[in-house]
């Protein structure tokens, strides 16, 4: 407990002595005993372990995840991917069949539910499932 030193409320050693020290500050610095303390050592203890743990779960998490692929990734321009299909230019992609997406791609990979999924013509990288390239493949 950090606070201005006062005898009434000082805990004493067995010699009587006030257990005072004082900070960087010069403020006193109340060293009590462990029993007068709000949490205990095991309570502190598997907090920190929690938070660790929670820690280290959440950035390994973010670290599994791959990127997105960027629009401007050199594979990506080969194969004219965007994000969204309607962007498609269909002068340059004649071949572009209305309605095709990501979503409906044979070759997209992953669980149904996210936006960014695995595709198994950009290995490493997450696609749009609104998104579209050259590489579209009908579903089966
Ligand atoms: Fe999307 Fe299919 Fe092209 Fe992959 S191959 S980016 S899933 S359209």
Redesign the pocket.
């Known amino acids: 407990m950090l606070g201005t030193f006062h005898p009434k409320n000082a805990e004493h050693s067995k010699t009587g002595e006030p257990k005072m020290e004082r900070d960087s500050r010069g403020s006193f610095l109340h060293i009590g005993p462990m029993n007068k303390c709000l949490i205990s050592r095991r309570t502190f203890v598997e907090t920190m372990v929690l938070a660790a743990t929670t820690a280290v779960a959440s950035r390994s998490a973010v670290a599994d995840e791959p990127p997105k692929l960027d629009v401007n990734d050199p594979a990506a321009v080969a194969?004219g991917?965007v994000e969204l299909a309607s962007k498609v230019d269909t002068h340059k992609y004649p071949t572009y069949v209305q309605g095709s997406n990501?979503d409906n791609?044979l070759?997209?990979q992953g669980k149904p539910g996210n936006n960014y999924r695995p595709?198994s013509?950009?290995p490493g990288k997450l696609?749009a499932v609104s998104?579209?390239?050259s590489?579209?493949?009908a579903e089966m």
């Open positions: 194969l991917y990501c791609c070759q997209l595709c013509l950009f696609v998104g579209w390239c590489g579209w493949t």
